[in-house]
């Protein structure tokens, strides 16, 4: 099993910054078969959304509503993915969900991000 926890949401005003952190804990087999860990966020009465991917060789993909904006990373020692969210917009707000693909898919709970002047 792999456990993730994400931390970091909070309530800015349009045009801050947030980092969001993702700490991966779990059974060292499962986590060093995480082919892929990402960012999924979901807002108020919307379908939950695909952010962002950081695979194992460190490749980054990031949607378009994101890109230039957001940057996804990683500490293997520390095994934790950091997302830091720049020139955030009031479409930002959502729950962020952290995610890793090893064989399963596996989810942390969730950090809120709001972003309202």
């Known amino acids: 099993q792999v456990q993730l926890v994400e931390s970091g949401g909070g309530l800015v005003q349009p045009g801050e910054s947030l980092r969001l952190s993702c700490a991966t804990s779990g059974s060292i087999f499962r986590i060093n078969a995480i082919s892929a860990m990402g960012w999924y966020r979901q807002a108020p009465g919307k379908q939950r959304e695909w952010v962002t991917t950081?695979?194992?060789?460190?490749?980054?993909l990031y949607a378009d509503s994101v890109k230039g904006r957001f940057t996804i990373s990683k500490d293997n020692v520390k095994n934790t993915v950091y997302l830091q969210m720049n020139a955030l917009k009031p479409e930002d707000t959502a729950v962020y969900y952290c995610?890793?693909?090893?064989?399963?898919?596996?989810w942390g709970q969730g950090t809120q991000v709001t972003v309202s002047s």
């Open positions: 950081i695979t194992r060789d460190s490749n980054t």
């Open positions: 995610s890793a693909r090893a064989g399963n898919m596996y």
